[in-house]
T-cell receptor, first 117, second 114 residues
Framework: AQKVTQAQTEISVVEKEDVTLDCVYETRDTTYYLFWYKQPPSGELVFLIRRNSFDEQNEISGRYSWNFQKSTSSFNFTITASQVVDSAVYFC??????????????FGKGTKLSVKP | EPEVTQTPSHQVTQMGQEVILRCVPISNHLYFYWYRQILGQKVEFLVSFYNNEISEKSEIFDDQFSVERPDGSNFTLKIRSTKLEDSAMYFCASIYLGVGYGYTFGSGTRLTVV
């Protein structure tokens, strides 16, 4: 069965520290998509990244970077030089292949990141 | 940038009442979804909708729930007789052709059943 595990429930760092949020997934399919979303205190889901299973290149976007490793079924997210505005709940998600091309999303339980000044 | 619009942002209703949550997906998107997030928990899939019919639904989506796209632009979620445990944030989402094109989520409706 498809599953996403975010083992870190809460992380607290001091501003300017680097922080890595872990995501481990399980799927039987060879074609799938992985996502990261940010949920600030206001509650909306903010899209951060989408990665397909055939693209294992790491990606960097400003202070954000993602490390996708199929060998360990992990898709970890690193924030460099964290800021108070990064405080949020971060969700990793996997597309459900049995939803066909529609790809219903299976979310992890989220990691609450608190960045203190 | 196109947005998925949800109304209302917050709704309070009495147990047993019917509620309708409204969503306006992005105009050229073809697949529509409702997801639910109970406070402090993960986001869970409820239902997907394509070509004017439900294409998939989760165990959560029981007979109390229904969806429709009444006029080609709105996409609604109806809860027939609300229960306390229906209190949650409900997110609407749409995608263009497939998940590879990425999801666009609305900002959510917080439903509180009292």
């Amino acid at each position: 069965a498809q599953k996403v595990t975010q083992a870190q429930t809460e992380i607290s760092v001091v501003e300017k520290e680097d922080v890595t949020l872990d995501c481990v997934y399980e799927t039987r399919d060879t074609t799938y998509y992985l996502f990261w979303y940010k949920q600030p205190p206001s509650g909306e889901l903010v899209f951060l990244i989408r990665r397909n299973s055939f693209d294992e290149q790491n990606e960097i976007s400003g202070r954000y970077s993602w490390n996708f490793q199929k060998s360990t079924s992990s898709f970890n997210f690193t924030i460099t030089a964290s800021q108070v505005v990064d405080s949020a709940v971060y969700f990793c998600a996997l597309s459900d292949p049995y939803g066909g091309s529609q790809g219903n999303l299976i979310f992890g339980k989220g990691t609450k990141l608190s960045v203190k000044p | 940038e196109p947005e998925v619009t949800q109304t209302p942002s917050h709704q309070v209703t009495q147990m047993g009442q019917e509620v309708i949550l409204r969503c306006v997906p992005i105009s050229n998107h073809l697949y529509f979804y409702w997801y639910r997030q109970i406070l402090g928990q993960k986001v869970e899939f409820l239902v997907s909708f394509y070509n004017n019919e439900i294409s998939e639904k989760s165990e959560i989506f029981d007979d109390q729930f229904s969806v429709e796209r009444p006029d080609g632009s709105n996409f609604t979620l109806k809860i027939r007789s609300t229960k306390l445990e229906d209190s949650a944030m409900y997110f609407c989402a749409s995608i263009y052709l497939g998940v590879g094109y990425g999801y666009t989520f609305g900002s959510g409706t917080r439903l509180t059943v009292v």
